[in-house]
């Protein structure tokens, strides 16, 4: 900002724009060069460009009880700066936006117990017989939804992400005993699988020694009959 007696030049730089007050009313000024004389008065900056704002880590408790480590951050952008600068004040964007985004990723872990999320994960691993998403895809979805719709439609902010670093049980001996519970039980899987595919070559060696032996006898009854 530029001041020249009573007026005052603005240069808006790409990936902000400027407010002011024009006419007794509140403006966006557009990036580029903006020459103000009073009563028209600049206002300040406000930041455009997609931010990434780090959430607290934080445990959450699931519907049965389980305490999970949530580490997550946030990707936003002011979409409608007058809407924002109205409702919440710009600057106080990021207080906000954790507020409502540690309440939605706790009111999301509250609703699903540690059996959905295992189960979520082990269909996205055998591939064919995923039905659905990860459990942290449906934690996005939801997220989503719920957050971006709020912010967007109250406030002028648009979340564009949110990217969910840790999602891990924070007891470590109750996570050592379910990694155990999950060895084990893929053992089992492992050895039913094995015994069907043995099923499966006994039941077809017997097959073909059936037509081996149905052919010599058809030979045979052949060979009295001529």
Same mark, same amino acid.
């Given at each position: 900002? *530029?001041?020249?007696? %009573?007026?005052?030049?603005?240069?808006?730089?790409?990936?902000?724009?400027?407010?002011?007050?024009?006419?007794?009313?509140?403006?966006?000024?557009?990036?580029?060069?903006?020459?103000?004389?009073?009563?028209?008065?600049?206002?300040?900056?406000?930041?455009?460009?997609?931010? *990434?704002?780090?959430?607290?880590?934080?445990?959450?408790?699931?519907?049965?009880?389980?305490?999970?480590?949530?580490?997550?951050?946030?990707?936003?952008?002011?979409?409608?700066?007058?809407?924002?600068?109205?409702? *919440?004040?710009?600057?106080?964007?990021?207080?906000?936006?954790? %507020?409502?985004?540690?309440?939605?990723?706790?009111?999301?872990?509250?609703?699903? &117990?540690?059996?959905?999320?295992?189960?979520?994960?082990?269909?996205?691993?055998?591939?064919?017989?995923?039905?659905? &998403? &990860?459990?942290?895809?449906?934690?996005?979805?939801?997220?989503?939804?719920?957050?971006?719709?709020?912010?967007?439609? &109250?406030?002028?902010?648009?979340?564009?992400?949110?990217?969910? %670093?840790?999602?891990?049980?924070?007891?470590?001996?109750?996570?050592?005993?379910?990694?155990?519970?999950?060895?084990?039980?893929?053992?089992?899987?492992?050895?039913?699988?094995?015994?069907?595919? %043995?099923? *499966?070559?006994?039941?077809?060696?017997?097959?073909?020694?059936?037509?081996?032996?149905?052919?010599?006898?058809?030979?045979?009854?052949?060979?009295?009959?001529?």
């Amino acid at each position: 900002m *530029i001041q020249i007696g %009573e007026w005052q030049l603005i240069r808006v730089d790409f990936g902000r724009v400027g407010v002011a007050t024009i006419a007794g009313e509140m403006r966006i000024l557009e990036q580029g060069l903006h020459l103000f004389e009073p009563p028209d008065v600049f206002l300040r900056f406000v930041n455009t460009r997609i931010q *990434i704002l780090n959430l607290p880590t934080c445990v959450q408790e699931s519907s049965d009880y389980v305490p999970l480590l949530v580490k997550a951050n946030i990707s936003y952008h002011i979409m409608d700066p007058l809407m924002c600068i109205d409702k *919440i004040q710009d600057q106080g964007a990021r207080k906000i936006i954790t %507020e409502v985004s540690t309440a939605t990723i706790a009111a999301i872990i509250r609703s699903s &117990t540690l059996g959905d999320m295992a189960m979520a994960s082990k269909k996205a691993v055998k591939g064919h017989e995923a039905e659905g &998403t &990860t459990f942290h895809e449906k934690m996005h979805a939801r997220f989503m939804s719920q957050v971006g719709e709020q912010l967007l439609g &109250t406030m002028g902010i648009k979340v564009t992400n949110i990217n969910i %670093e840790q999602l891990r049980i924070n007891d470590p001996r109750l996570a050592d005993q379910i990694s155990a519970q999950a060895v084990k039980i893929s053992e089992l899987e492992a050895q039913h699988k094995t015994l069907e595919k %043995e099923g *499966i070559v006994k039941r077809t060696k017997k097959e073909k020694s059936n037509r081996t032996r149905r052919g010599r006898s058809s030979e045979t009854a052949k060979a009295h009959r001529g």
